[in-house]
Each structure stands twice: as C-alpha cells, then as structure tokens.
C-alpha cells in the first residue's frame, strides 16, 4: 500500500525524533521529561513546516478534570487534528515500583483513548521512553506485557477488560484510574537507543 503524504511526513518524525534523542544519549546530555517532548516538537514542527504558535502544549483535557493533553496539533485543511502523549520513563525519574509504572502507562493509554472516543477523526499517540530496567520487566515473560512493549512497526495489540485484569492488583488498580477501555493499539516505532535507552510510538484507536 502506497503511504499518504501525512503518513510519511509522520513517519519521517518519528525517525527524526529517534536519531535527535539516540545522539542526545550517545554524548550522555542530562534527560527529563521536558527535553523529550521539547525534541519531538522539534521534529514535527521541521517536517510538517508547523509554526510554534499552531501547537497547543498542556490544553485541557475535555473529558478528565484537572488533566491536560500534553501536546496538541489542531487540526487543518490539510491534515487531521493530532493528540500526542509522552512519559519518560527511568529510575532516575520515579522509584516507584515496576508495576505501579506499568499500570500509569496504561492509564495514559486510556487517557487517549477517553479523547478518542469522541473524536474519531483524530490521531491519538503515546510517546514512550525508557531505560534498561523498565523495559526489562515490560519484557518478561512473566509480567505478561511482552507483546506490548515489543509490538513491532504496524503490528496491532487489542486490549481488551481482560487483559488488564490479567495482571498484579497493583497493576489493575493504576491502569483503571481512567477506567478501562477497549482499544486498538498499533506499534508506529519501535527503536533501541544509546545508553540502554529505548523509545516506543503507538496509536491508539478507540
């Protein structure tokens, strides 16, 4: 199938995206939450030729009270409305445990996902980004969670009540903090980066 000019320019910024942040861990630059987010509005702006002020960052969320959509591109004659969620994901960051981080990735997808739903014609992406240890643990077998962190590019994973629940208490109770949602979520990137770094893009359809 031959891609749309939107689909290109989108997957030309997730790679760029990629390379930007595999050089930043490459010179070992000191990473928060904030540079990520800060490298990929570099991207999309350079790709798509958006303008600054034509990206909203941290609107409100019309279905969560006090929770914000962390970047937000309206939408134009030319292309769809695009919702874009991040987490920088490493020990440095949180120590809370393995599950509990877990479980708040999922409560973010359903967090698209509640958007999702009433806004069909939109593009709802999570933005991941994380160390050696959390992806560790999203990899073994045990933890049942392999088939997501590992979903490879343009495969889909259908998530499904029960496969929450299928999880530690811990788990299910931060991944429903939204509620639990059916959804559709399709790997657009999935790259190892420098400094046992790794960066995952999903979409999630609703």
Same mark, same amino acid.
């Given at each position: +199938?031959? +891609?749309?000019?939107?689909?290109k320019?989108?997957?030309?910024?997730?790679n *760029?995206?990629?390379?930007?942040?595999?050089?930043?861990?490459?010179?070992?630059? #000191?990473?928060?939450?904030?540079?990520?987010?800060?490298?990929?509005?570099?991207?999309?702006?350079?790709?798509?030729?958006?303008?600054?002020?034509?990206?909203?960052?941290?609107?409100?969320?019309?279905?969560?009270?006090?929770?914000?959509?962390? +970047?937000?591109i309206?939408?134009?004659?030319?292309?769809?409305?695009?919702?874009?969620e #991040? *987490?920088? &994901? !490493?020990?440095?960051?949180?120590?809370?445990p393995?599950?509990?981080? @877990?479980g708040?990735?999922?409560? &973010?997808?359903?967090?698209l996902?509640?958007?999702?739903?009433?806004?069909?014609?939109?593009?709802?992406?999570?933005?991941? !980004?994380?160390d050696?240890?959390? @992806?560790s643990?999203?990899?073994? &077998?045990r933890?049942?969670?392999?088939?997501? #962190?590992?979903?490879?590019?343009?495969?889909?994973?259908?998530?499904?009540?029960?496969?929450?629940?299928?999880?530690?208490?811990?788990? !299910?109770?931060?991944?429903?903090?939204?509620?639990?949602?059916?959804?559709?979520?399709?790997?657009?990137?999935?790259?190892?980066? @420098?400094?046992?770094?790794? !960066?995952?893009i999903?979409e999630?359809?609703?």
């Open positions: +199938m031959t +891609m749309t000019k939107i689909e320019n989108l997957q030309n910024t997730f *760029k995206f990629s390379y930007l942040l595999n050089e930043r861990f490459e010179k070992k630059i #000191f990473t928060k939450e904030d540079p990520i987010r800060y490298t990929f509005f570099y991207a999309i702006t350079k790709e798509f030729g958006i303008l600054p002020h034509e990206i909203l960052l941290e609107s409100p969320h019309p279905q969560i009270d006090h929770a914000e959509i962390d +970047m937000q309206p939408e134009t004659n030319q292309t769809p409305e695009s919702i874009f #991040f *987490k920088y &994901d !490493v020990k440095r960051q949180s120590t809370m393995h599950p509990l981080k @877990a708040s990735l999922f409560a &973010d997808i359903f967090r996902c509640l958007y999702k739903k009433d806004n069909q014609n939109s593009r709802c992406f999570l933005v991941y !980004v994380t050696f240890q959390m @992806a643990y999203l990899s073994r &077998d933890n049942r969670l392999d088939d997501f #962190f590992n979903l490879q590019p343009n495969q889909e994973l259908t998530i499904k009540e029960e496969y929450v629940r299928n999880h530690s208490e811990t788990f !299910v109770k931060q991944a429903s903090k939204y509620g639990i949602h059916d959804c559709i979520i399709k790997s657009c990137l999935n790259n190892d980066l @420098a400094e046992s770094h790794f !960066v995952r999903y999630i359809f609703c």
